[in-house]
């Protein structure tokens, strides 16, 4: 079993920045465990959409709507990943999850990011 949980959203205005961050606990003793972890995110009315992910070596995959505005990173010591997050657009505005897989899906609970225009 693995516990995700995201942390960081909030409401912020168009240009802004703000850092997610997700934690994970459980039966993992570290998320060096883990190879992959992501980021995801689903505005209303709309599917989910992969933001970001980041593999157990670092290597990085961003979607081509928030590349070079949003920076993924993990900190397998503190068993958390993040998510900075410059230069905000309204259209950034979604419930943003943190995934990974641990013998099967896992996903959090969801933290709301909303920017104004």
């Known amino acids: 079993q693995v516990q995700l949980v995201e942390s960081g959203g909030g409401l912020v205005q168009a240009g802004g920045s703000l850092r997610l961050s997700c934690v994970a606990s459980?039966?993992?003793?570290?998320?060096?465990?883990?190879?992959?972890m992501h980021w995801y995110r689903q505005a209303p009315g709309k599917q989910r959409e992969l933001v970001a992910s980041i593999t157990r070596g670092g290597s990085t995959v961003y979607a081509d709507s928030v590349k070079g505005r949003f920076t993924i990173s993990r900190e397998n010591a503190k068993n958390t990943m993040t998510l900075q997050m410059n230069s905000l657009k309204p259209e950034d505005t979604a419930v943003y999850y943190c995934?990974?897989?641990?013998?099967?899906?896992?996903w959090g609970q969801g933290t709301q990011v909303t920017v104004s225009s």
């Open positions: 459980g039966s993992i003793a570290s998320i060096n465990a883990i190879n992959a």
């Open positions: 995934k990974t897989y641990w013998g099967r899906d896992y």
